[in-house]
């Protein structure tokens, strides 16, 4: 679950389009899930979350996939909006109290 | 409800000073978790509290201190700074004791190293 890394990759999208957004875990027993929005200078906002006896969990215009196979998880926003440019990180848990590892982090720019 | 509160919000030290962080969690959370943000190294554990007991640690040296008071607030200490510690400093707040809930997080202390 340690997967932090020291590069931030940048996805680009067209205001309207959708938006994928993706995180490799590397702990198996990892068995809670939170995405999280962070604006410039906030501190992380809740988005959604996922336990790991479910493969998907839909929001408000999000969607959370779970594939335990591959340790990898992934968020879906739909009609994406300016307002939705931040950077969105993955954070895994193993039920170890509130010990919770994030990783790196992904770019989401919004063009109007 | 008020939201998870962090003070100082800015604060510039030299190397060798400690500072010390404040966190008021959520009114009802007993647990705070504290994390170190920077650029490289993204968002790492620090430590949790829980009801006064620090519950875990993350792989941080001992100059790395905090504590939980009765009314569940938190401090966090960093003693004998140095440049490497320059970050953003950020508490979360849980209504669950066993990690199966979100962290509500405050909007951090940035502290400058110089």
């Known amino acids: 679950g340690e997967s932090v890394g020291l590069h931030l990759p940048t996805l680009s999208v067209q205001e309207g389009d959708n938006s994928i957004i993706n995180c490799a875990y590397s702990?198996?027993?990892?068995?809670?899930f939170i995405w999280y929005k962070q604006e410039s200078g906030k501190g992380p906002q809740f988005i959604i979350d996922?336990?790991?006896?479910?493969d998907k969990r839909q929001g408000q215009r999000v969607t959370v996939l779970l594939n335990k196979t591959v340790k990898h998880l992934s968020l879906q926003i739909a009609a994406t909006q300016p307002g939705d440019s931040a950077v969105y990180f993955c954070?895994?848990?193993?039920?170890?109290?509130?010990?919770?590892?994030f990783g790196s982090g992904t770019k989401l720019n919004v063009k109007p | 409800k008020a939201g998870v509160t962090q003070t100082p919000r800015y604060l510039i030290k030299t190397r060798g000073q400690q500072v010390t962080l404040s966190c008021s969690p959520i009114s009802g959370h007993r647990s705070v978790s504290w994390y170190q943000q920077t650029p490289g190294q993204g968002l790492q554990f620090l430590f949790e509290?829980?009801?006064?007991?620090?519950?875990n640690k993350g792989n941080f040296p001992g100059r790395f201190s905090g504590r939980q008071f009765s009314n569940s607030r938190s401090e966090m200490n960093v003693s004998t700074l140095e440049l490497g510690d320059s970050a953003l400093y950020l508490c979360?707040?849980?209504?669950?004791?066993?990690?199966?809930?979100?962290?509500?997080f405050g909007e951090g202390s940035r502290l400058t190293v110089l």
């Open positions: 996922i336990r790991s006896n479910m």
């Open positions: 954070a895994e848990n193993t039920y170890n109290f509130n010990k919770f590892y």
């Open positions: 979360a707040s849980s209504p669950s004791s066993r990690g199966t809930g979100e962290l509500f």
């Open positions: 702990n198996s027993a990892s068995d809670y």
């Open positions: 509290y829980f009801s006064e007991t620090q519950r």
